[in-house]
């Protein structure tokens, strides 16, 4: 089974800019969830999402943003890019809430000059 | 309520040594703690988990402690051997959610 695939691995961006990054889960899988990873601020939640909805956003502002759709497939999208949004962006995958694990894709890094 | 905190920051350890990390947490509706690996470049790997109905999982060299009435929990990485440096990240949450409140992470470093 392949594992959860992230497009771009890496991409550089200046501020006022926006990113869109794309996550497939693994086949099965209806769940996916979106992290941001910085050395700061180490692994915070952006959102989830499971059959196309929405289902738990983190604290993040409204530049943010994602979707998900029919086939699981999920994209999240920044606007107005600022210096401080530099950050590896990880989309987990899960097949059931009752075991609880995620499959953690390796993850899109984004410089933001 | 809905922090993690773990500890140490760093930790180096010498082959054939035990690797001890703790976490603690607040929010008592957690009830799902999973330890996360993480080497460069990758992203993170669930490693063991246990869920507060039990006080101690043992997955080969890896072991959770869980004390519900402290609200903390550890792994204890026995034997650990060079190829176990990476970073370790332990997490929490509710059943009902797949939002994971993550540690500050613990970069571990075992010397040969």
């Known amino acids: 089974k392949a594992g959860v695939t992230q497009t771009p691995r890496y991409l550089i961006k200046t501020r006022g800019q926006q990113v869109t990054l794309s996550c497939s889960p693994i086949?099965?899988?209806?769940?996916v969830s979106w992290y941001q990873q910085t050395p700061g601020q180490g692994l915070q939640f952006l959102f989830e999402?499971?059959?196309?909805?929405?289902?738990n956003k983190g604290n993040f502002p409204g530049r943010f943003s994602g979707r998900q759709f029919s086939n699981s497939r999920s994209e999240m999208n920044v606007s107005t890019l600022e210096l401080g949004d530099s950050a590896l962006y990880l989309c987990?995958?899960?097949?059931?809430?009752?075991?609880?694990?995620?499959?953690f894709g390796e993850g899109s890094r984004l410089t933001v000059l | 309520q809905q922090q993690v905190k773990q500890s140490p920051q760093s930790l180096i350890v010498q082959k054939g040594g035990i690797s001890i990390i703790n976490c603690a947490y607040e929010n008592t509706a957690f009830d799902y703690f999973p330890w996360y690996q993480q080497f460069p470049g990758k992203g993170p790997a669930l490693l063991i988990a246990i869920r507060p109905d039990v006080s101690e999982k043992k997955e080969g060299r890896f072991t959770i402690s869980f004390n519900k009435s402290a609200k903390q929990f550890s792994l204890h990485i026995m034997d650990s051997q060079p190829g176990d440096s990476a970073t370790y990240f332990c997490?929490?949450?509710?059943?009902?959610?797949?939002?994971?409140?993550f540690g500050s992470g613990t970069r571990l470093l075992v010397r040969p």
């Open positions: 999402y499971f059959s196309e909805t929405q289902r």
């Open positions: 086949s099965g899988h209806r769940s």
């Open positions: 997490a929490a949450k509710k059943d009902s959610s797949y939002k994971l409140i």
């Open positions: 987990a995958s899960s097949d059931a809430l009752n075991t609880g694990e995620l499959f």
